[in-house]
């Protein structure tokens, strides 16, 4: 479908259900993508970092993003995470996502070779100028090493290169620092690409970041409680102010679920990832709630803690 321009709402990053083997579960998938568009959700992003896209072989990614486009059908648009190493890679997987369907891209800056910000600026390009499709950049500092400055991102919006941004830095004062970089807000901007859509990443500080102006949010959690965001967000936009902090103080403490796995003995992105998989699988959206390798699957206790605060959120699980 056409992308509005700017992006805007809630744009959930769409978890990869497995199998046991490790495989990608399309049934599972399928049925997260009715509960995510059930939710009211304005978009879908697949293949991004809650996607596991990382740990995805080549194949795996395109069944996961041919299984996600199908089931949404049009009735939102599917930005397509090409998320890899250098330029040919990523250029291998975007090609890949157009002639899957996907309506749009989302990259990062090139990583574990040390860039440049002209190299960087170049890699857009390049992706730009080979795929035609609007291609969002992916600013996520803490995996690739290198920050997006406001600048660089002024300079790609205005020669058409990008069409947004996903903000996914931490940084809130360097978010801030962007949005006045590029002249406005709330789809009202100034600056050379009014067009242009920023998405924040950090889904904990969502009603602080529409007030500050950014245009939507792709939030992990948003997988579990995909209607919570869109009420969120809907408040904000009516200018219910006390609501939306009220929905999201809510978040906050479902998003505690995150911490369930036991800090010795797994990283927290395997925690965060497992407990995501597992709210679902409780839910009954998807059939297994397995993460890829080398992540560590969650044990009993760490499952009852994920059960607990869905309960404690007014999501009763089913299994």
């Not at 360097?174 to 789809?187: F, I, T």
Request: charged share 20%.
């Amino acid at each position: 479908m056409a992308l509005p321009t700017p992006l805007t709402g809630v744009v959930p990053p769409v978890c990869t259900p497995l199998d046991p083997h490790g495989e990608v579960d399309t049934g599972s998938l399928g049925r997260l993508v009715e509960h995510l568009v059930g939710g009211g959700v304005h978009g879908l992003f697949a293949l991004g970092s809650t996607s596991e896209v990382a740990y995805l072989t080549d194949a795996q990614r395109a069944t996961a993003l041919e299984a996600v486009i199908k089931a949404a059908d049009g009735r939102v648009p599917v930005l397509a995470g090409v998320i890899d190493t250098t330029t040919a890679r990523v250029l291998d997987q975007a090609r890949t996502a157009r002639k899957l369907g996907a309506d749009a891209l989302v990259a990062t800056a090139p990583f574990y070779t040390r860039t440049h910000p002209k190299e960087i600026a170049g890699h857009f390009r390049a992706i730009r100028a080979a795929v035609d499709l609007p291609l969002f950049a992916y600013d996520i500092p803490v995996s690739v090493h290198s920050k997006l400055s406001p600048g660089l991102v002024r300079e790609l919006a205005a020669d058409g290169t990008l069409a947004g941004l996903k903000d996914s830095s931490g940084d809130e004062g360097g978010l801030r620092r962007l949005l006045v970089e590029l002249g406005g807000r709330d789809g009202r901007r100034t600056g050379p690409a009014p067009d242009f859509a920023v998405l924040t990443g950090s889904e904990l500080t969502v009603d602080a970041a529409l007030l500050a102006g950014v245009d939507g949010v792709v939030p992990g959690i948003g997988n579990v409680d995909p209607a919570a965001y869109v009420r969120l967000y809907a408040a904000c936009r009516a200018g219910d102010w006390a609501g939306a902090a009220a929905e999201q103080e809510r978040l906050v403490a479902l998003f505690g679920m995150v911490d369930a796995g036991p800090e010795a003995e797994m990283g927290r992105s395997s925690s965060a990832l497992g407990s995501f998989k597992a709210a679902l699988h409780l839910l009954g959206v998807i059939a297994h709630p397995a993460t890829a390798a080398p992540q560590l699957p969650l044990g009993p206790e760490s499952v009852a803690e994920v059960a607990r605060h869905l309960s404690a959120a007014g999501l009763e699980p089913v299994r």
